[in-house]
């Protein structure tokens, strides 16, 4: 068996199930010349049709979590737990907000101490919301808030092992490993008793960023170890016969915490176990791009039918978190009541266990071509823009929306400009301007595509040409589609619900692309594993773009729902790009949420990503107001993490994808990390921003702002004349 289902070392303890130890498949990968085959482990009900996961109930005080019940909705208050008004008040909020389950950190034994007054304040107010101790480091704390709310969250990171120091422990020897558990167990087991004997419900939430330094020596920073770090927990529940509990498996890379849950259910399904999920991306982030991420990870479980509880951790105040948790928990129970799906089909080649994206081949250049072909995609994941002729009206703005850097008036490509525009109408060939707008686009890279039949009765050159596959499979037998007169290269519409056949035929279709626009009526995520399938047997590998198209949704809406639906294939490595197309919505909106969305898929990075954690009662400076600053000074990093937290909750692991961290060390003084590692303690707010970009150039990672260049300003006035 391969070193990955097991652990870093390839060793397993004894008490952590494999896949396959009690009936489930065990991963395989054979080798039939260049062709990998991975047979499918079971971690959802089906692959080819959303249906929720069958669980039991865990009985949060008067809210049911599991089985038939609608999936529930959590947030978490930012205030200081030991000011009890505050806190009242917020949990208010958020219950008028429409949340079920409200979480209340609980750092030591003060807080406790405020947590008995809160829930009696609560009571007395008409809100009987279950609360939700947040448990890290203390033992002793959580027996005691045990007796005043619903449920407690403890993390198996920390709990019992206390703060990170990173060691590596060598366990040659794995009885060494299995005998430390024990005294997990006798400090554990407690909480575990009273939690049974007082009806309270257990969260065993695992974080990627906070893993004891026994799991990190002998798993790594890996899935694997959060899982069996939170089986180890579990098996002591178990053993006092105590089951009111549930599993969390929470990272800010949307691709670990996806990889954490499904072999978490593995897990789970192999062992017959059957405990509710919450769901959860661990410091999301602000605005778009947090919800963007939390779409990518939640809806993407949602999707193959896990997920029981949820939270989307903004940046915000917890109410407005409601709204975007309150849209995934829809699109997931739509999901699974309508059984949305295709009929069934043989998978074979996705790989759930870890990131291995199914890379397409890149347009080539060709004898005779007029234009450059080769920047039609990007190989880290393209962004097409559709745009409308409205859009044409205003050209500068035009550019502008499409990402181009200008210059004198002229538009040249940028970090985050569109690949590939699309249009459904073009430009007549009588209108100039509208002629010229789109010729200047394509000398600088930016191609234009185009429905055939458009093209055929106005040719517009060097266009790409975009036929049905239907109709491009039929034309086969005649030699082929024909090209409109002076389109330079052929793209392929692909709506999901072709026959095997049809598909088959795109190895005989000389496409540079594949637009995946999936009919209306039918699941975008399961036709589109079926179509990948077939690519992947019959070894096409033509680049494959998802084309979302949207009607009257909101932008948050928006973000949810594409974030969800093609976020959902990205982190699985099945698809080069995206093509949001909504008329409602405005081009450059629609262009960043896709930049967002490839960014969150871990594809290609455009923008500094921040990483922060708002849910601290404990946050030493205004969280919003000090992100602001930062990005001021560091927005154009593209590809550098940030972690800006108020504090340390779980330990510096907590800012696992981090490059660099800004945290609150003592009031009006921050420490600043290089990864996991401290090494500016206590320097003044005033100048910790100044420090931080210094840190950052120390390391290399630091280029200056982009400034207009005078070879791009000559070439503009060139072409201009």
């Not at 969250?153 to 040659?172: E, H, L, Q, S």
């Not at 260049?709 to 060139?718: K, R, V």
Request: with cysteine; aromatic share 6%; hydrophobic share 40%.
């Amino acid at each position: 068996m391969e070193t990955s289902a097991l652990g870093v070392a390839g060793k397993a303890p004894a008490t952590f199930r494999r896949p396959g130890a009690r009936g489930g498949p065990v991963p395989v990968r054979c080798v039939d010349g260049a062709q990998r085959e991975l047979i499918l482990p079971k971690y959802c009900e089906h692959n080819h049709k959303t249906r929720r996961r069958p669980t039991r109930t865990c009985q949060i005080g008067n809210v049911p979590v599991g089985g038939d019940h609608p999936i529930a909705l959590q947030t978490m208050t930012t205030t200081n737990t030991r000011d009890v008004e505050a806190t009242v008040e917020q949990v208010k909020k958020c219950v008028d907000a429409g949340a079920n389950i409200v979480r209340i950190t609980v750092q030591g034994m003060k807080e406790a101490e405020a947590c008995f007054k809160i829930r009696e304040q609560l009571f007395k107010d008409r809100y009987d919301v279950p609360l939700v101790a947040d448990i890290h480091f203390s033992p002793k704390v959580a027996m005691i808030v045990a007796e005043a709310f619903e449920k407690i969250r403890v993390n198996p990171g920390n709990y019992v092992d206390g703060a990170k120091k990173f060691t590596v422990i060598d366990y040659d020897d794995p009885a060494q490993f299995e005998a430390e558990r024990q005294y997990i167990e006798e400090v554990f087991t407690p909480l575990v008793e009273k939690c049974k004997k007082l009806g309270r419900a257990m969260r065993i939430g695992t974080n990627h960023g906070s893993l004891s330094a026994r799991i990190l020596s002998y798993y790594g920073d890996t899935p694997r170890g959060m899982v069996a770090s939170a089986f180890e927990f579990a098996d002591i529940c178990r053993k006092n016969d105590y089951h009111n509990f549930l599993f969390s498996m929470k990272a800010s890379n949307p691709l670990v915490m996806v990889q954490a849950y499904r072999l978490l259910v593995e897990e789970m399904y192999a062992n017959g176990w059957d405990y509710p999920l919450h769901l959860g991306v661990t410091e999301a982030g602000e605005g778009e791009d947090g919800r963007m991420k939390s779409a990518v990870g939640i809806g993407t479980l949602l999707l193959d039918g896990l997920g029981d509880t949820i939270r989307v951790s903004l940046t915000e105040d917890p109410e407005f978190e409601i709204k975007p948790c309150g849209e995934l928990a829809t699109l997931g129970m739509t999901a699974s009541d309508q059984g949305w799906g295709v009929e069934p089909f043989d998978e074979h080649y996705r790989d759930v266990h870890q990131f291995t994206r199914r890379v397409g081949t890149l347009p080539a250049q060709r004898e005779g071509d007029v234009v450059d072909y080769r920047p039609l995609l990007h190989r880290d994941g393209s962004v097409l823009s559709a745009v409308t002729m409205q859009d044409m009206q205003n050209r500068e703005k035009l550019y502008r929306d499409l990402g181009c850097k200008m210059v004198v008036g002229m538009p040249f490509k940028d970090l985050a400009t569109s690949d590939t525009i699309f249009l459904r109408e073009i430009p007549a060939s009588s209108d100039a301007e509208g002629r010229r707008t789109l010729k200047r686009l394509q000398e600088v890279g930016l191609h234009v595509l185009a429905p055939a039949d458009v093209l055929a009765a106005d040719p517009l050159p060097n266009a790409v040409a975009l036929v049905q596959l239907r109709d491009a499979a039929g034309a086969l037998n005649n030699g082929g589609p024909v090209l409109p007169e002076s389109a330079g290269r052929l793209a392929i519409s692909v709506d999901g619900t072709e026959t095997d056949a049809e598909i088959s035929c795109l190895k005989d279709l000389d496409a540079v692309m594949v637009l995946l626009d999936i009919a209306d009526g039918v699941s975008r995520v399961h036709a589109s594993r079926r179509v990948f399938q077939i690519l992947q047997r019959e070894e096409v590998s033509v680049p494959v773009i998802h084309h979302f198209c949207s009607q009257s949704q909101s932008e948050e809406s928006l973000i949810i729902s594409s974030g969800s639906q093609v976020g959902c294939l990205l982190v699985d490595g099945l698809g080069d790009g995206v093509l949001l197309e909504a008329a409602d919505h405005r081009l450059e909106f629609l262009r960043n949420t896709s930049f967002g969305m490839l960014q969150a898929s871990r594809m290609r990075n455009t923008k500094t990503e921040y990483v922060s954690c708002p849910s601290c009662g404990r946050t030493l400076f205004d969280l919003q107001e000090v992100t602001d600053q930062i990005r001021q000074h560091t927005g154009h990093l593209p590809g550098v993490a940030i972690a800006v937290m108020g504090c340390i909750v779980n330990g510096p692991g907590e800012m696992a994808d981090a490059d660099f961290g800004y945290v609150g060390g003592a009031p009006g003084l921050i420490d600043l990390y290089v990864g996991k590692e401290v090494v500016r303690r206590g320097v003044p707010m005033d100048r910790a921003c100044d420090e931080l970009v210094e840190l950052i150039k120390e390391h290399g990672r630091w280029v200056e702002p982009d400034t207009e260049d005078e070879d791009a300003q000559e070439e503009a006035m060139a072409m201009a004349k």
